[in-house]
């Protein structure tokens, strides 16, 4: 074979195809109830922007951004991450102007040059949400309530909702202070990116994945004790439209978030039973990325999920989707003349809305009859030179083998009439 899918990407086949249609639409019509709106940007975008929003020192921009010049010798990047292009978005065509806050989601691919490895794609996939120009308590839940609806709605079972606030720069400096001071005894154990960490970004060293790291910081002091009063209360707040809508959820000290940018919130859906590493979204306040990226201060939160990991769970858990549509009716034809009438009919068995399929291999009739099982027909109608010459069609219910003659030109409508 000559020619293969780059290493880390994949075709999503006919028969997989269905599977992520229907996470897609479940996800479009949550996202409707909610007032989302779909926003589509483009593949790539300027270095810059993701440089900007992720950080220059991020393993991220570092090492895993697929990044080119362009003919004119511009930096452009492959999408690496969904929040930047919605920001940069949302400041290009004022979006703020025409609302207080704006509600928008996407579905899109995610590039990043990661070391293939189960579950890690050089080309992913994923929804989210974000919701910008609110900074009230009840738009955090909202969020994680849109997310844990979507979770549920594909039938994934023994999720859990991972709760932490990651403070804001008021307080979050003393906190760092403090996590450098309790982890220094250790640092020379904790691992190379820990070390760097340590000094660029120390609360990235709770969520270390090494078993060695997470044990030299297990005793770490919890960010929640040294949040200032408004970063507390809007936590306890968030916590508390939980409680009312009946989402349950654990604190996770450990769960924290990059930057500066990221404020308050942060939260994971994990599923349990596959371990830690297994978040099927993540989420968060960022009430400091829309000014990093040149707009007016703009409080903003919301969410991302990767499809590819979803599904792998949803296998997981041996989720049944609803299975693939088939043709509702084959058309069987022998001869000229019938092929003809054959071809009509399709046409209108169409436009009457019934899926319909006929051969186009010029088989005999019992190898039309063997493809119409094939392709799960429930009924298949025959023409022949006899049924032509009476104006009629024979239709075959393919599960009880019964057959009825119909009248050719009102043959789409009683067939139609027949599969309701
Ligand atoms: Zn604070
Ligand atoms: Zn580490």
Redesign the pocket.
Known sequence: MRYATPRGTADILPRESPRWRYLEDKFREICRLYGYEELRTPTFEETELFARSIGEHTDIVGKEMYTFLDRAERSMTLRPEGTAPVVRAYLQHKLFAKAPVTKLYYITSIFRYERPQAGRYREHHQVGVEALGSADPAMDAEVISLAMEFATSLGMRNLELRMNSVGCPGCRPKYRDVLRKAVEPNLEV??E??RTRYRANPLR?LD?K?PR?RELTAGAPNIIEYLCEECSKHLDAVLHYLGLLDIGYTLDPRLVRGFDYYTKTAFEIVSAELGAQNAVAGGGRYDGLVAELGGEPTPAVGFGAGIERILDVMDAQGIELPADTHPSVFVATIGDAAREAGVKLLAELRKADVPAETDYAGKSLKAQMKSADRQQARLTIMIGEDELNRGQVKVRNMQTKEETDVPLDRAAVRVKEMLD
């Open positions: 904790l691992c990116s820990c060293m270390c090494r790291c």
